[in-house]
């Protein structure tokens, strides 16, 4: 069965670094876009950042363009999310998501939460 | 970017009734809009995709209806474990993919 398991979350101080991770298992991952979406404390989702199949392709959102980055190791089945200068916004529980399609997300892993306070 | 706006934002409706939730996007998405179920401390599960196909496994008392801007999610009648936040997102134009800022059912 699809399992995505999310890893490298914890508490950082405003402008400092923090990598997450998602380890993939159950489909063929190298044939599948991943994607990052965050939810704040008591807040809604929000899109982060998507990363095609082969890596070659990547979208951010508005809100993290510049400081964040996604990159993805097919041999591994893992994919990670580089936040650089984080924001005290940009605490949130991060979800990796598997998407089907254009844009459907199918399969969610259980999430990881990032704190960003002094 | 496509603006997804729910209504209500919370429902409140007694086990065994029918709950209607609406989504409403700023410009047509044409059918090409999901709905997920959040449960406090669990991340979102799919529910419905291409505006009104279910997900495996997913319960026959959801339903989903629309097309371009206007779209409803439909629970025949409320399980206890159908008490939840409800997001809708289109997946049409991106990036970005987004979001509506959610709708809770809770019981009344």
């Known amino acids: 069965q699809v399992q995505l398991v999310e890893s490298g979350g914890g508490v950082v101080h405003p402008g400092r670094s923090l990598r997450l991770s998602c380890a993939a298992s159950?489909?063929?991952?190298?044939?599948?876009?991943m994607h990052w979406v965050r939810q704040a404390p008591g807040k809604g989702l929000e899109w982060v950042a998507v990363?095609?199949?082969?890596?070659?392709?990547?979208y951010y959102a508005d809100s993290v363009k510049g400081r964040f980055t996604m990159s993805r190791d097919n041999s591994k089945n893992t994919v990670h999310l580089q936040m650089n200068s984080l924001r005290a916004e940009d605490t949130a529980v991060y979800y990796c998501?598997?998407?089907?399609?254009?844009?459907?997300?199918?399969?969610w892993g259980q999430g990881t939460l990032v704190t960003v306070s002094s | 970017e496509i603006v997804m706006t729910q209504s209500p934002a919370t429902l409140s409706v007694s086990p065994g009734e029918r709950a209607t939730l609406s989504c409403r996007a700023s410009q047509s998405v044409s059918s090409n809009l999901a709905w997920y179920q959040q449960k406090p401390g669990q991340a979102p599960r799919l529910l419905i995709y291409?505006?009104?196909t279910r997900a495996t496994g997913i319960a026959a008392r959801f339903s989903g209806s629309g097309s371009g801007t206007e779209f409803t999610l439909s629970i025949s009648s409320l399980q206890s474990e159908d008490f939840a936040v409800y997001y809708c997102?289109?997946?049409?134009?991106?990036?970005?993919?987004?979001f509506g800022q959610g709708t809770k059912v809770e019981i009344k």
């Open positions: 291409g505006a009104s």
């Open positions: 998501a598997r998407v089907r399609g254009s844009g459907l997300f199918d399969y």
């Open positions: 159950g489909f063929t991952f190298s044939r599948s876009a």
């Open positions: 990363i095609s199949d082969d890596g070659s392709n990547k």
């Open positions: 997102q289109q997946y049409n134009n991106w990036p970005p993919w987004t």
